[in-house]
């Protein structure tokens, strides 16, 4: 949209030369896979009393269908409005997410019963530990990235080691090294506190670099203005600078919220009673696995869209002084 | 103005006006790696002069305004800016960039901030001006640069013109006795240039003194006190206008001047 050129070429999906050999790879595709002795292929060929025929005759009924579908689906979606294109595409494919879900002939009684206990206290501390988190993470981001632009050697050799280190390892063994390596010096961690330090080294090392490429992203003019009003590089840096290396910082910033959000579910390995760690225990006992997992895969979801939504906000805020 | 506690240099009691020059440069001597930008230049600066540098690109005219408060190192000489030798320690440094505004080619106006925030943010942090008073005196130096109604816009919102006369607004703002111009009119379309200049010109009419970085011959002719021409890190020729204009003595200056002045 907004590097939309001024010519109107043929939109691809309404060229036949496209859209038609499209729609006979999917209906290929489908024949090859054998799109009748799915569950879905199975109700179709039932409609249509076939259930006991020929498997090619299901096969060519149930993809001849999808093929349709998707054809007429197409022809009406193309002459929607941008902005109503992107809200149909968007509801069809959920549609299609939840309706595999619904297709694993999901218990509601048993997600009904356990989905309190799922939020009150597997959402409640994936929440607390991601938030502390992702807080203490930005600051050592910011330290380490005002370290790294330093000319302090002891300063930008603790930021490189510390960046190198805890980008280079694996999550996982971090979590591990913490939990069960400090009380090997002596000092007994609780598992939340060493998820919580474990998660905020390694995001504070990722979101160094970002931090750093921020504010090297501002233009030497500024920092030279700032100096030759006689700015203290203090207040060069956060009153000049850092506002404007936002613009730059927000939107990966967001990205790796959103993966710590679900990096979260790793410290589940030392027993701390987050959503994926629940999701695991309770489906156990009644063999229920699928349910909760599902259950707690569209927890994250939403949260993940609640954090797009506000990063979006912040990044309107930033940007307001560069509309023209 | 408020002036440091700490600093006896700036304290000392006032001598008379000739006495101390605004700017004085002996023997600055500027290397980039091997290559000498600068080239034992003396210069000095008088109270109340318009000094106007020309030179080819390259020939280190910049580097040389840009030493005065401390954008750009130097490896020899010294320069004494108002009675207080620049050194690298804070305090000079500070000092010096008081009294020292500084204009650019690229405007440099902060872009997240408003007009009048470009010109209070210096005010309030660094003279510690109340939020009331520095915007009455910022919006008395946009009102002399003539552009107080764009106040509360941003710099984006602005013609070239208007934010290099920010710019200005900005730089005397903060009271300077001494505003550099490091070729305040390059980056700007041919229509916009006049309002600037008038603007400097203005400003030389109010006695400031000036160090202007420039290819406008025709500001030079009008304002300047003295022209000085520059080559590769050199100071090659300096007199007045009329003398440098009418009759330049060295080949040098002969040939940049047939070059710029078609």
Known sequence: ?324 | MIRSKKLPLVEMPPRPMEAVPAVEIRNLSKWYGSFQALKDVDLTIARGEKLVICGPSGSGKSTLIRTVNALESFQEGRIVVDGIELTRKPEAVEAVRKKVGMVFQQFNLFPHLTVLENCTLALRLVRGVSQKEAEEKALHYLGKVRIPEQAHKYASQLSGGQQQRVAIARALSMQPDIMLFDEPTSALDPEMVKEVLDTMTQLAGEGMTMAVVTHEMGFARQVADRVVFMDRGEIVEQGTPSEFFSNPKELRARTFLSQILH
Request: with cysteine; glycine share 8%.
């Open chain 1, 1 to 324: 949209m907004h590097y939309a050129d001024n010519v109107d070429y043929p939109r691809l999906l309404s060229r036949p030369s496209i859209y038609i050999p499209g729609l006979a790879i999917l209906f290929g595709i489908l024949l090859y896979a054998q799109a009748g002795a799915t569950s879905l292929g199975q109700a179709l060929a039932g409609l249509f009393g076939l259930a006991e025929g020929s498997p090619l005759m299901a096969n060519l009924l149930v993809a001849l269908v999808i093929t349709a579908v998707v054809a007429i689906n197409i022809a009406v979606v193309m002459r929607l409005s941008l902005r109503h294109q992107v809200y149909a595409v968007w509801v069809e494919l959920a549609l299609l997410v939840l309706l595999f879900f619904y297709s694993f002939d999901l218990s509601f009684e048993f997600i009904r019963r356990k989905i309190g206990f799922l939020l009150t206290q597997g959402l409640v501390t994936t929440l607390y530990v991601s938030a502390v988190s992702i807080f203490i993470a930005s600051i050592l981001a910011m330290i380490g990235a005002i370290a790294k632009l330093s000319s302090n050697g002891i300063a930008l050799g603790i930021a490189n080691f510390y960046t190198s280190l805890f980008r280079g390892l694996p999550l996982l063994m971090q979590i591990y090294m913490i939990y069960l390596g400090l009380p090997q010096l002596g000092y007994v961690i609780n598992a939340v506190p060493a998820g919580i330090l474990a998660l905020s080294l390694c995001y504070g090392a990722y979101m160094t670099e970002i931090f750093r490429a921020g504010i090297e992203s501002i233009p030497k003019g500024q920092w030279e203005a700032s100096r030759a009003l006689g700015l203290k590089p203090k207040d060069t840096l956060t009153r000049i600078i850092l506002p404007q290396a936002m613009r730059i910082i927000v939107p990966p910033t967001g990205n790796q919220f959103i993966a710590m959000l679900k990096d979260s579910s790793l410290v589940s390995v030392v027993g701390v009673w987050e959503l994926m760690y629940l999701a695991r225990t309770q489906g156990q006992t009644e063999f229920r696995h699928v349910e909760m997992m599902i259950t707690a895969s569209l927890i994250y979801w939403i949260l993940s869209i609640v954090l797009e939504l506000i990063q979006a906000r912040i990044e309107r805020r930033f940007n307001k002084a560069q509309v023209r």
